[in-house]
Structure formats: structure tokens, C-alpha cells
């Protein structure tokens, strides 16, 4: 694995880094109090222009691989680039490269028509709209995705949706046209991963109902937001059936994966600046009579964070490269490790950084306290640990199971077992 950065990787990230220090940092405080003022639900337009100024600088889409409408980066360069937006709340956004229209675009790009293509992605691209991803449902256990209950019904030439959802990220949105759905159409198949279709519902429509835009820890994400909406009677046209019915926990799989890594990506971005910002604020405040940074204590969180931060940096690398050579689905335990890995390694970077700052910490006046309540949604957005820990085990057993059990995972041949008189044999330690 070969994980230095092409000279095309260093020159986007170096410009990538020049925008930030010039347009994002400086405008985080005035961006936040245009969104305080009047309509929390409006865009700002100091964002309007920060974007056309990205786009100017041909800093635009990114995330999108292998793909004439993007950069044409892969998994494994878009990664440090990505992981500097992950630094500011407002920078995926002034990209084009934000959740969840990456993961929207993306499926649109994979799955869609070309007509469907021409009417939602090409906007998409453009940034003339956004969009919102609607999956977890209230009633139902959601981490287990067979078990989402919203109605998909063939009726004539046009499907009607009925259904209650939650936690769809952008539905808020004043700006959002387009909603991709799961729903069941054949609740009935005895296959429970082919009773699910994904469909596409313009926006506005009449039937569905933005009921309230839901808080993480108290911060709303306006003017973006996470939103409950309500379906009643939707109809829209068999068209906006995307790739075909029973082909949902397909498209879900195969948007879920890039959509995984990228929020560990942003992640690790997030905890560096914690731990930049707890470096700093520990070397000039003093304590006891001497720097806080002086403090053992202080010095072992420190190298922690930076401990915890490289291991999550490069099993994201290493997620990121599988997902290139040998494809989404072969990476499928690296992306649930780092999964997990990464959002436990911010919250815990940040929560240090928020105890070295004291009682500024948990203010919003330098970010951390939005910052971790961030990383902890991410233990649950897009499949709870819980759910990322039995895959990895049910993996890696499977390497222990059955004919097929000689030639496993990454970490290659499994030796046999050595039997019971070596088994049993005590291990001494010096």
C-alpha cells in the first residue's frame, strides 16, 4: 500500500487549504450569525458566495470518482482533501461535496436514467439545489434496514408512498427539490432484502409534510437541518423508480459504503482541529503556576489524540485503497471498522479538548461543543456501532468456518488448529 500523495493530490490540497484560511475560517463567526438572524431556515448568502468563489477556483465536486463530471479523483485521493473540509461545519457545503447530496448525487449517477440524470443530477452538480435521503423510520428499528415500513404501491402508471420518517438529513431545507425514498414495495417477498425499492419524490409535493426539523444535542443545523416528514398518499410518476423495484437495500449498500468513509474522513479533519485547538489554548493559559500544557496529564491526552488520530487516518487510507482496487463490497469490513473506529477517536479527541478548555468548552464560542455532538451523532448516522461490530465479527468467523476457512480475510492463511496438547499448553511471559 503505497499511501503518499500524487503531486495533483498535493497541489488540490494546497489550494484546498489557501481557500479555507482565506474564505472559510475567517467568515465561520459571520456565516453563523447571518443564519441567527430572521429566517433560520434561509441560506445564507455569504455561503452563495463563498461557493461561487470555490467554483471559480476550480474547486468544485470533489468527491465524485471516476467520473467526467467531477475531479476524477479516487477513494484514496479524495481522502486528505476531504479531511481538511472536515475542519469547518460550513466547508463540504462550499464545495459542492456536503452529506447528503454526495451520497444523493452519487446514486443518481450509478442508478439513475439519463432522465433522470438531466433533471436532478446536473442541478445537483451545478449547486442550484439540494436534496435530502430518506431511510430511518420512528416506528421501527431502523439499524436493520429490512425492517423499514413505508408503502411503496404500484397504482396505474404512478406509484403512491405512505409512510413517517425521520432523521432526513437536508428534508428542512428551503432549497431541497429532490428526495430519494425507500420504501417496501413487496413486503410479501420471502427474500427480505428484495422487498425494498428506492424512488425519487420532487420537492415541494403535495402529501408530504416537513413536520419539525429535528436537534442534535440542541443545535438544529439550520438552514440544512435533519428533518420528520410525514407521507400521505404521495404520488409520483413509475419513472422516478430508481434501477427497479426490489433493488433498495442494492442502492442503499452501494451508496452507504463512499458515504460512510467520507464522514470519517471529515471526522478525522474535525478532531484535528480539536486537538489544535487544545494544543494552543493549553500553552497560554496557566494553572497552578505553570502552563496547563506543562500538566502530565494535559501531555498524555495530547499524544493520545495524536495516537488515535493517525490510527483512524490510516485505516481510513486503507478503507479508501481497498474501495478502489478491489471494489466497495470487498472493503466492506474496513469500512465498518473505520466506521466505528473513527467517530469513538473524535469524540474522545474533542471531549479532551472541551476538559482543557474549562467551562469555554462547553459554549459555542470555539466550536467543540457543535463539534462533538457531531462525532457522536456519527456513532449512529449511517449504522449504529453496534451493527459494524457484528459485521466484522460475523466476518471475521467466517474465516474460521467451514472448507473455505484456509484462505481468509487480510490477514491471509488461517493456520490449523494446533489441537488440544498445544492448546492447553501454558504461555510463559518474561
Given at each position: ?72 479523483l479516487t477513494n484514496l485521493e479524495y481522502a486528505p482533501l476531504c479531511e481538511v473540509m472536515g475542519r469547518s461545519p460550513f466547508a463540504p457545503e462550499a464545495f459542492n461535496c456536503s452529506a447528503p447530496d454526495t451520497g444523493n448525487m452519487e446514486v443518481l449517477e450509478r442508478y ?319
Open positions: 500500500m503505497d499511501f503518499d500523495y500524487s503531486p495533483k493530490v498535493l497541489d488540490l490540497k494546497a489550494r484546498l487549504e489557501a481557500f479555507m484560511a482565506e474564505h472559510i475560517y475567517p467568515n465561520e463567526s459571520l456565516l453563523l450569525a447571518e443564519i441567527a438572524t430572521g429566517d433560520r431556515w434561509q441560506a445564507p448568502a455569504l455561503m452563495e458566495d463563498i461557493k461561487r468563489a470555490a467554483r471559480a477556483a476550480g474547486l468544485w465536486n470533489l468527491w465524485l470518482p471516476a467520473s467526467e463530471r467531477g475531479a476524477g439513475g436514467t439519463e432522465a433522470q440524470k438531466q433533471q436532478w443530477l446536473l442541478p445537483l452538480l451545478d449547486g442550484r439545489i439540494r436534496s435530502a435521503f430518506a431511510m430511518t423510520e420512528p416506528d421501527v428499528a431502523s439499524s436493520d434496514a429490512t425492517n423499514v415500513a413505508t408503502s411503496i404501491r404500484r397504482d396505474g402508471a404512478d406509484y403512491v408512498i405512505n409512510g413517517r420518517k425521520w432523521w432526513t438529513s437536508g428534508a428542512p431545507d428551503p432549497r431541497c427539490r429532490i428526495m430519494i425514498v425507500m420504501g417496501k414495495t413487496a413486503p410479501d417477498n420471502p427474500d427480505r432484502h428484495r422487498q425494498q425499492s428506492m424512488i425519487l419524490v420532487p420537492l415541494p409535493h403535495p402529501g408530504v409534510t416537513v413536520k419539525r426539523a429535528l436537534p442534535v444535542f440542541g443545535y438544529d443545523d439550520a438552514p440544512h437541518g435533519h428533518g420528520e416528514v410525514m407521507f400521505e398518499n404521495v404520488r409520483v410518476p413509475a419513472d422516478n423508480m430508481l434501477l427497479g423495484e426490489g433493488r433498495g437495500f442494492e442502492i442503499a449498500q452501494g451508496r452507504l459504503g463512499p458515504g460512510r468513509i467520507h464522514h470519517c474522513m471529515r471526522l478525522i479533519g474535525l478532531a484535528e482541529r480539536a486537538l489544535e485547538r487544545m494544543c494552543r489554548r493549553t500553552l497560554t493559559r496557566v494553572a497552578f503556576g505553570r502552563a496547563v500544557a506543562e500538566q502530565t496529564v494535559t501531555q498524555e491526552r495530547i499524544a493520545e489524540s495524536r495516537i488515535l488520530i493517525e490510527q483512524a487516518r490510516l485505516l481510513t487510507l486503507k478503507a479508501a485503497d481497498m474501495m478502489d482496487k478491489r471494489g466497495n463490497k470487498a472493503a466492506a469490513a474496513e469500512i465498518a471498522m473505520i466506521k466505528v473506529a473513527a467517530p469513538n477517536m473524535a469524540c474522545r479527541v474533542i471531549d479532551w479538548a472541551i476538559q482543557a478548555f474549562g467551562g469555554a468548552g462547553v459554549t459555542e464560542d470555539y466550536g467543540l461543543a457543535q463539534a462533538y455532538a457531531t462525532a457522536r451523532m456519527l456513532r449512529l448516522a449511517d449504522g449504529p456501532d453496534e451493527v459494524h461490530r457484528n459485521q466484522i465479527a460475523r466476518l471475521e468467523l467466517r474465516r474460521y468456518q467451514g472448507p473455505e476457512s484456509l484462505t481468509g480475510g487480510s490477514a491471509g492463511v488461517v493456520p490449523p488448529d494446533p489441537g488440544p496438547a498445544m492448546r492447553d499448553r501454558p504461555v510463559w511471559i518474561a
